[in-house]
């Protein structure tokens, strides 16, 4: 199943050479509760997946569809890699950063901050430090459908940094509504962060804000980087050129380094999350609702 060009909304003349007029929109897989969590493995060429509320994760490979990569998941949201190449993974269930090892056994990266559980954690990245960056708003203890009903421990809702070294947690970011999607600039100069508390707060603004990363992942000078017009902010992801491509209530949303909307690829579900993957990274992922589905860009992903 497919969409034709007709997917694209431009906004801003540059957004055309960013996409492939020609390139459609591919349904790749329906069967999900809850998409989520796309991470690209350029080594198996595959994408790994999360299908939350029936806790497992997924594996696509070209050509040979999908099949269950990791069942028991523990209710897993965000992933992406290591620097070595390891799997980092958020489990809701088990309110914890996990990873995979080589031989497939999980280590606990971190399941609590000064003394108390952390609520359930979200998104992940890794930073060239190799310093592990996650996002812990309260989600997975809102019910029983994406992880087990429970009361927050921690007061706020935090973004943290792991130090690789020491294993210390350090809360960066306290004042969000719900911390969600993150993503480095190209340069790693600057992290992005979304805010998706309007999921159930009407009056809670959409949008991604904007840090500094000064020296020893300290942050500064934040922001708003944009406002998301449908649905809410969740995970996203940044190309080569600096642009962002996140999710959104009608398909992903591509902004400028600066902030502007420049288009749209409309979605016929709501978007959770995207990943660049392919042979040459210029196949953008999205989970959307119940579906996998793919678009190739005219750009790269970093």
């Known amino acids: 199943m497919s969409q034709t060009q007709s997917i694209y909304e431009v906004h801003d003349e540059c957004f055309r050479r960013l996409t492939v007029a020609s390139a459609a929109l591919e349904e790749l897989y329906s069967g999900c509760r809850w998409a989520e969590g796309p991470v690209w493995f350029a080594d ?13 994760m997924l594996r696509w490979v070209s050509g040979g569809g999908v099949s269950v990569f990791r069942a028991q998941s523990n209710f897993v949201n965000g992933n992406t890699r290591d620097r070595q190449g390891r799997l980092i993974s958020c489990q809701h269930g088990g309110r914890r950063v996990v990873r995979t090892e080589l031989d497939g056994s999980l280590t606990v990266l971190a399941d609590q901050y000064r003394g108390k559980r952390l609520n359930s ?31 927050p421990e921690q ?20 004042d969000f509504g719900q911390p969600n999607g993150l993503a480095f600039s190209p340069d790693e100069s600057k ?11 009407i009056n809670a603004p959409r949008r991604i804000r904007v840090f500094d990363v ?10 708003v980087f944009c406002d998301i017009d449908t649905g809410v902010p969740d ?10 491509w996140t999710s959104a209530g009608d398909g992903v949303h591509c902004f400028s380094p600066e902030g502007k909307l420049l288009g749209k690829i409309k979605v016929p579900q709501v978007v959770a999350n995207v990943a660049f993957g392919g042979p040459r990274r210029n ?20």
């Open 44 to 56: 198996t060429q595959c994408l790994i997946f999360s299908d939350i509320p029936n806790e497992r």
């Open 283 to 302: 196949c953008l992922f999205i989970t959307a609702t119940k579906s996998l589905y793919a678009v190739y860009l005219a750009v790269n992903g970093i």
């Open 155 to 174: 007061e706020t809702r935090n973004v943290y940094r792991l130090d690789p070294h020491s294993g210390e947690i350090e809360a960066v970011l306290t």
């Open 214 to 223: 000064a020296e020893g992942g300290r942050l500064a000078n934040g922001g």
């Open 121 to 151: 954690p979200n998104d992940v990245v890794v930073r060239s430090d190799d310093s592990i960056w996650f996002t812990d708003p309260t989600y997975g203890i809102m019910s029983d459908y994406e992880g087990y009903t429970a009361d």
């Open 191 to 201: 992290l992005y962060v979304a805010d998706s508390s309007s999921s159930h707060d």
């Open 235 to 244: 995970g996203f992801r940044v190309d080569v050129q600096g642009n962002i």
